[in-house]
């Protein structure tokens, strides 16, 4: 069974830091991995799709890999601003289903 | 509006009530997925339609709750005698589907907060 871990489930730094959230999955055997924001009350908006055979994926100051091998992915946030706080999740696909990780809640000081 | 969209954004009732939930994905895409989130947690699939199809049903959706998307565009999600634990967030997403494989990015709507007391 697919389970997803996201490290650390809470962060707090502060404006201008550049910082790395982690997702770990169990299973290799996924056809993507998808990064997706959260914003309190909200919807999911999607940050940055890695497709199985890719490595890495860039928007902006947004930088997510993808090691399928050893089960790992980070989302790189460069120059962190307070309008990034929010929760970040981690999603792996495979046939019909995402699994979600249980997220990230990013705190941006001013 | 070309995303999408989700009513009523919130709803309370009492439990054994029945409530009904809409969604309407983006207009051309043929893929719409049900997820229920609840506090702390992410989203869990429910079901996944492609047009009219629903081709995909997850063991947390009991034989209280029914979806459906009858002409493969709107869909609607349906929960018998509400109880206590049903409330979550319940969130649709839709995307557009060209391959045999589910790779494509999913567009998720704003939610719908349920509320049993």
């Known amino acids: 069974k697919q389970e997803v871990t996201q490290i650390p489930a809470a962060l707090s730094v502060p404006e201008g830091e550049n910082l790395v959230l982690n997702c770990s999955f169990t299973?290799?055997?996924?056809?993507?991995l998808q990064w997706f924001r959260q914003d309190p009350g909200k919807g999911l908006t999607s940050l940055l799709l890695i497709q199985s055979s890719q490595r890495e994926q860039t928007s902006g100051r947004l930088n997510a890999s993808l090691d399928k091998s050893s089960g790992r992915s980070t989302l790189y946030i460069a120059a962190s601003q307070p309008g990034d706080s929010a929760t970040y999740l981690c999603?792996?696909?495979?046939?019909?289903?995402?699994?979600f990780g249980k997220g990230t809640r990013l705190h941006i000081l001013p | 509006d070309t995303g999408v969209s989700q009513d009523p954004r919130h709803k309370i009732t009492k439990r054994g009530q029945n409530v009904t939930f809409r969604c309407d994905p983006i207009?051309?895409?043929?893929?719409l997925y049900w997820y229920r989130q609840t506090l702390g947690q992410g989203p869990e699939f429910l079901t996944y339609f492609q047009n009219e199809a629903q081709l995909e049903k997850s063991r947390l959706l009991s034989d209280r709750f029914s979806a459906e998307r009858p002409k493969g565009s709107f869909s609607t999600l349906e929960i018998q005698r509400t109880e206590q634990g049903d409330s979550a967030m319940y969130l649709c997403?839709?995307?557009?589907?060209?391959?045999?494989?589910?790779?494509?990015?999913?567009?998720f709507g704003p939610g719908t907060r349920l509320l049993v007391l």
């Open positions: 299973d290799s055997a996924i056809y993507n």
């Open positions: 207009s051309e895409h043929n893929r």
């Open positions: 997403a839709s995307s557009l589907g060209t391959s045999g494989r589910l790779e494509e990015t999913q567009y």
């Open positions: 999603a792996v696909r495979r046939d019909d289903k995402i699994i």
